[in-house]
């Protein structure tokens, strides 16, 4: 059965830090791409983050700089570190795996954790 498991969100002061884990199981972890996508109210899911399964990373562009994703393949756990947190970051986070195996793909998701920003 395959599960993420988000956890780490919460309500934090603007500059502030979080670190978001996700806990993977289920699948070959390793073989896939990890996301991080969120979801503010009344706007469309956006991607923050990915991590290929060597370790390359890609950004959106307002995260760069603040933001960082990891993974520890030994753990089957991706990692979001948030710095200097805004309010406008402000959203539901869900983690995401990805792979692309000839004609099929596989994604799944996790239940997201919610990260709120505000003094």
């Known amino acids: 059965q395959v599960q993420l498991v988000e956890s780490g969100g919460g309500l934090v002061q603007p500059g502030r830090s979080l670190r978001l884990s996700c806990a993977a199981s289920?699948?070959?972890?390793?073989?896939?791409?990890m996301n991080w996508y969120r979801q503010a109210p009344g706007k469309e899911r956006e991607l923050v983050a990915s991590i290929t399964s060597g370790g390359t990373t890609n950004y959106a562009d307002s995260m760069k700089g603040r933001f960082t994703i990891s993974r520890d393949n030994a753990k089957n756990t991706v990692y979001l570190q948030m710095n200097s947190l805004k309010p406008e970051d402000t959203a539901v986070y869900y983690c995401?795996?990805?792979?692309?195996?000839?004609?099929?793909?596989?994604?799944?998701w996790g239940q997201g954790t919610q990260v709120t920003v505000s003094s």
């Open positions: 289920g699948f070959a972890f390793s073989n896939y791409v």
């Open positions: 995401n795996a990805a792979r692309t195996l000839g004609r099929n793909e596989f994604r799944y």
